[in-house]
């Protein structure tokens, strides 16, 4: 089967390019799965933030549209207060 020693290291060659070529696969996959669950990770992570922005901005929104209709009424209030007690 092995002739001289030159062929002894041919397999022990073939050998070490296998393991290494099974590892780096190995490693591979895994790179590739760990990849994918941060991206899952990432993807909530935004729609969670993205809950939180609607949840945060859209009463806000509603305060400044209440301020804004606030602001109206009182100035309305002020000019027909300012007429009956011009008209007095």
Excluded: Q
């Excluded at 092995?2 to 290291?9: A, H, R, Y």
């Excluded at 799965?33 to 859209?58: E, G, H, L, P």
Aim: charged share 25%.
């Amino acid at each position: 089967m092995f002739e001289t020693s030159g062929d002894i290291l041919n397999i022990a060659i073939a050998l070490s390019v296998a393991f290494v070529a099974f590892f780096l696969s190995f490693l591979i996959f895994y790179l590739i799965m760990a990849m994918r669950d941060i991206n899952f990770v990432t993807r909530k992570a935004k729609i969670i933030a993205d809950k939180v922005d609607s949840y945060i901005t859209s009463p806000a929104k509603a305060v400044i549209a209440l301020t804004e209709k606030l602001k109206l009424i009182t100035h309305f209030l002020e000019h027909h207060k300012k007429k009956e007690n011009s008209k007095k």
